[in-house]
């Protein structure tokens, strides 16, 4: 839509300054001359864009133009409020003083009809101080060094080069190139220990590949499981309504993806007696031995 394109122009003048006719053209799949009727168009709207010609120069917006808020429609603002929400609960800005602002901006003062705390209970200060000192080294482009456990339990000592902080799964992620293993790797937050930021910085890096990596989706299985009754609080907090199939008998059977590895028999077994798995059945045999594993230990001290 014509609409949506004047808005995103004005955001790519804002943010990169000056640009050619041409280059707006390409982004946006449209002609130059289109382009021109557009800056016509936002000049006539009281936008402070204008067009220079020769060497050097393009379309620019005035420097300093501050985007007026009536270009944002009333669920936009609020999408916005609720997005700096979200990274308030990071820690990653301070927010408070920009949702003042902004909350006086779009007149809405009622910013805190929601609350939103990424931190795990009786953890708060020590997961904010975390992702605090994570943030400092991506953003500075410094190297991190951690003590970590894989998912076969096994601490080992990291030197990476981080990227992004990624939030999934009710839980958060480090995506950061391993020096020791030359390539990206996800790191689990809550299993990083002893972080520190290293004074050695890093160029900018090659584009990180998706999150969902192979690393994160090798040897997925499907399973079906069975879940008691008793157990419903617990289904409804791990999976979606679309993977849930109640029972006459007030059970619950759920079919789910995961990847198979030690870290998929532990979480069944933190059930209990609460749920049997119906497929697959070389699953059902590895909780067998997990279950005798345990029982064995219990029984040696005795």
């Given at each position: 839509?014509?609409?949506?394109?004047?808005?995103?122009?004005?955001?790519?003048?804002?943010?990169?300054?000056t640009?050619?006719?041409?280059?707006?053209?390409?982004?946006?799949?449209?002609?130059?001359?289109?382009i021109?009727r557009?800056?016509?168009?936002?000049?006539?709207?009281g936008?402070?864009?204008y067009?220079?010609?020769g060497?050097?120069?393009?379309i620019?917006?005035?420097?300093?133009?501050?985007?007026?808020?009536?270009l944002?429609?009333?669920?936009?603002?609020?999408?916005?409020?609720?997005?700096?929400?979200?990274?308030a609960a990071?820690?990653?800005?301070?927010?408070?003083?920009?949702?003042?602002?902004?909350?006086a901006?779009?007149?809405?003062?009622n910013?805190?009809?929601?609350?939103?705390?990424?931190?795990?209970?009786?953890?708060g200060?020590?997961?904010?101080?975390k992702?605090?000192?994570?943030?400092?080294?991506?953003?500075g482009?410094?190297?991190?060094?951690?003590?970590?456990?894989?998912?076969e339990?096994?601490?080992g000592?990291?030197?990476v080069?981080?990227?992004?902080?990624?939030?999934?799964s009710?839980?958060?992620?480090?995506?950061?190139?391993?020096?020791?293993?030359?390539?990206?790797r996800?790191?689990?937050?809550?299993?990083?220990?002893?972080?520190a930021?290293?004074?050695?910085?890093?160029?900018?890096?090659?584009?990180?590949?998706?999150?969902?990596?192979?690393?994160?989706?090798?040897?997925?299985?499907?399973?079906?499981?069975?879940?008691?009754s008793?157990a419903?609080?617990?289904v409804?907090?791990?999976?979606?309504?679309?993977?849930i199939?109640?029972q006459?008998?007030?059970?619950?059977?759920?079919?789910?993806?995961?990847?198979?590895?030690?870290?998929?028999?532990g979480?069944?077994?933190s059930?209990?007696?609460?749920?049997?798995?119906?497929?697959?059945?070389?699953?059902?045999?590895a909780?067998?031995?997990?279950?005798?594993?345990?029982?064995?230990?219990?029984?040696?001290?005795?």
């Amino acid at each position: 839509m014509a609409s949506d394109r004047l808005f995103q122009i004005i955001y790519t003048l804002l943010a990169k300054g000056t640009v050619t006719a041409t280059e707006l053209a390409k982004q946006f799949e449209v002609s130059t001359r289109t382009i021109y009727r557009d800056v016509e168009s936002l000049s006539a709207a009281g936008i402070p864009v204008y067009a220079t010609q020769g060497k050097g120069g393009g379309i620019s917006i005035l420097e300093n133009y501050v985007l007026q808020k009536s270009l944002l429609t009333d669920a936009e603002q609020q999408q916005i409020l609720f997005a700096i929400k979200g990274l308030a609960a990071t820690s990653i800005i301070d927010t408070e003083k920009l949702l003042e602002k902004l909350g006086a901006l779009f007149k809405n003062q009622n910013a805190d009809w929601i609350a939103i705390d990424y931190t795990r209970w009786g953890n708060g200060q020590q997961d904010r101080r975390k992702l605090e000192l994570l943030k400092t080294g991506i953003l500075g482009r410094r190297c991190l060094t951690f003590s970590y456990f894989n998912s076969e339990g096994v601490c080992g000592e990291r030197k990476v080069q981080p990227t992004k902080l990624i939030y999934k799964s009710k839980a958060w992620y480090l995506q950061a190139f391993c020096l020791d293993k030359q390539g990206y790797r996800l790191f689990k937050v809550n299993r990083i220990q002893n972080p520190a930021v290293s004074m050695e910085r890093f160029d900018q890096l090659p584009q990180p590949p998706q999150a969902s990596s192979e690393a994160v989706t090798k040897n997925i299985v499907e399973l079906i499981l069975r879940f008691s009754s008793s157990a419903a609080y617990r289904v409804y907090d791990e999976f979606d309504d679309s993977c849930i199939e109640k029972q006459p008998d007030g059970s619950f059977i759920v079919s789910v993806e995961f990847p198979f590895d030690s870290w998929v028999c532990g979480w069944l077994l933190s059930f209990g007696a609460s749920v049997e798995v119906l497929e697959p059945t070389y699953l059902r045999k590895a909780l067998v031995d997990k279950a005798n594993e345990i029982i064995s230990r219990y029984e040696e001290n005795r």
